[in-house]
């Protein structure tokens, strides 16, 4: 099926560095923005600038010129594509040069998580996940957009510096025992979780109280930040008694609540818990023993409808002995158990009572989308519709995510083809549900992950998502993708040689449709450039960009932080 692809033109006598800004160049410049071009001079912008009250950062901080990445070994410098090349500086922040409109309404910082740093001395990380965390930021206000980032302050990252090496076991790398006695200590360590990252590379989350918290897949790796300033403000301590290592990486956050999975290892099974606003304490809401084995499923996320929580059992399982291994093995610390199968459980969030448990078609999946209750006519729930960025059920995407991989792009079409894989989970006693594709996945090139979607419809039947999906040939999903689920269409967005980051979706204030409001994203571009970009949600059409000093390293997760 033929997609439409709007590329947006490559900007002459682009606006490039934020310092141009301060320093007021008057020349004319002609920079063009979606089909039209537009003309306006850097004093005329510099102006409008400075003319807004109440501006939170006046002068914007210098920006260094680009330094070779760190990776490189001297002659072929440039090689890598600046999406895998860790960040050249630990923290950078400054006006950028707005191209277009932001939308007035838009005032708030949209913050960004991922593992943007891959090289500590002279010890090289090998795994996309493994990188310690680079926090990004734009802040949106009156029109203007102030960028920063800067790397979070975790045990992990802090004994790396001093020590010139990794000193905690990170997502496919375990330190180096010195020797016997070390390597004893060691397994004892892992055993108390002493030896695991704080790591939080993966996403950000506003809670209901207004703390801002980054994420791991460890619970030591939760720390608090300051949304404003970046700064790592310390660990985020859960207080209950539950214990446990670790917990799914995305949990579901709302203004009321903070839900999330935490998978026991030693009876294999999940705890449902809640935690409230105001609290680090979690409850237990209910729990769901495995129906598969020998050991849980990968929980990386997990979806919600209005009165359920939808625990997945992937046949891609938590392995012990794995976890024990000081060398990468080729699914890190999973195994894949197809003939264990794979499950779909519903929870009632109000008693914890386990509604349904059917098996469904083997799957892998990171990210689910969205779940909802489907009704019949009476309103009585049939079925609960849950959606994932599916990867047919090829664990191979895993190993794709090695930064050699990512790395070595010679325009061979090595991206193993994903969907959005539609669970159908009968309330009516079945033992089986449906897994099938929500659309063709030839409306998005095969390629699906990274998504998000209007927050005000999580649990709710909704119609659009946005993620992240393929222009062919590629090794890792290379355009934005707008998913309507009515039309059964795909609008995607592509521009040559760039990895564009999740696209995040912000409601319109007082929106009434599914699609009002803006998807911000940050592409890093082939030349080692990059630069903000907002859509419009409903036409998918460019609206804004600003270029960044450098390119950033891809990232993960993000959320919005509205202005108070
Ligand atoms: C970045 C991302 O998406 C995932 C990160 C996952 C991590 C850091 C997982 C870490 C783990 C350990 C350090 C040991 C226990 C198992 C596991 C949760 C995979
Ligand atoms: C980058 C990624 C998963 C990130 C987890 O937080 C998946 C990419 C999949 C490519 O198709
Ligand atoms: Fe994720």
Redo the contacts with the bound molecule.
């Keep these: 099926m033929a997609s439409s692809f709007t590329v947006l033109p490559v900007i002459r006598n682009s606006l490039s560095y934020p310092t141009m800004v301060a320093s007021g160049y008057n020349n004319k410049e002609e920079f063009s923005f979606g089909n039209k071009p537009i003309f306006k001079s850097q004093r005329d912008i510099l102006q409008d600038r400075l003319a807004v009250a109440n501006v939170a950062h006046t002068l914007p901080v210098v920006a260094p010129p680009l330094p070779p990445p760190p990776e490189s070994s001297g002659s072929n410098d440039w090689r890598h594509h600046v999406a895998w090349t860790s960040i050249p500086q630990e923290r950078w922040e400054g006006e950028l040069v707005v191209e277009g409109q932001i939308p007035r309404w838009l005032n708030g910082t949209y913050l960004r998580n991922g593992?943007g740093q891959w090289q500590i001395g002279d010890y090289k990380f090998r795994h996309?996940?493994d990188g310690y965390a680079t926090l990004v930021k734009l802040q949106f206000q009156n029109d203007r957009l102030i960028a920063g980032h800067r790397q979070i302050e975790s045990e992990a990252y802090k004994a790396a510096k001093k020590n010139k090496k990794i000193c905690y076991?990170?997502?496919s790398e375990v330190p180096k025992p010195a020797n016997f006695l070390a390597y004893m200590g060691e397994l004892a360590n892992l055993f108390s979780g002493a030896s695991?990252?704080d790591?939080a590379?993966?996403g950000v989350v506003k809670l209901g109280d207004g703390r801002v918290v980054c994420l791991?897949?460890?619970q030591k790796?939760s720390i608090v930040i300051d949304p404003d300033t970046l700064d790592t403000l310390g660990k985020f301590e859960y207080t209950d008694s539950l214990g446990g290592?670790?917990h799914s990486?995305h949990p579901i956050v709302t203004d009321s609540e903070f839900l999330t999975l935490l998978p026991d290892l030693i009876k294999p099974g999940y705890l449902v818990v809640r935690m409230e606003p105001g609290t680090n304490e979690r409850k237990v809401i209910g729990r769901v023993d495995c129906l598969g084995g020998p050991s849980p499923g990968?929980v990386?996320s997990f979806p919600v409808t209005e009165h359920y929580v939808i625990v997945p059992e992937m046949p891609l399982r938590?392995c012990a002995k794995n976890?024990l291994k000081a060398e990468p093995t080729p699914l890190?610390?999973?195994e894949w158990h197809p003939e264990s199968k794979g499950y779909m459980h519903v929870m009632c969030k109000a008693s914890g009572n386990i509604v349904a448990s059917v098996e469904v078609p083997v799957f892998i999946t990171?990210h689910f989308i969205n779940a909802y209750e489907e009704k019949d006519e009476d309103g009585r729930v049939t079925a609960v519709i849950a959606d994932c960025c599916e990867h047919n059920a090829n664990t191979t995407i895993l190993d794709r995510l090695r930064l050699q991989n990512l790395r070595s792009f010679n325009g061979e079409d090595v991206l193993p083809d994903a969907r959005v894989g539609r669970f159908i989970i009968p309330l009516d006693g079945s033992a089986h549900g449906k897994l099938e594709a929500a659309l063709e996945a030839d409306e998005h090139g095969r390629g699906m992950d990274m998504c998000s979607i209007n927050p005000n419809f999580l649990g709710k039947k909704y119609r659009y998502a946005y993620a992240c999906g393929a222009q062919r040939p590629c090794n890792f999903p290379n355009t934005l993708t707008k998913l309507d689920f009515v039309k059964k269409k795909a609008t995607n967005w592509y521009d040559e040689g760039s990895v564009p980051s999740e696209p995040f979706f912000v409601a319109r204030p007082g929106a009434t449709e599914e699609d009002d409001g803006v998807v911000i994203s940050i592409i890093s571009e082939k030349n080692g450039g990059g630069y903000a970009l907002l859509l419009d949600g409903s036409t998918f059409q460019g609206i804004a960009r600003a270029r960044l000093p450098y390119g950033l390293p891809y990232g993960?997760h993000g959320c919005w932080v509205p202005n108070k």
Aim: hydrophobic share 45%.
């Design positions: 593992p996309l996940f076991r990170e997502f695991l990252t790591n590379n993966t791991t897949e460890t790796g290592l670790i990486a990968w990386h938590y976890l890190y610390k999973f990171f993960l």
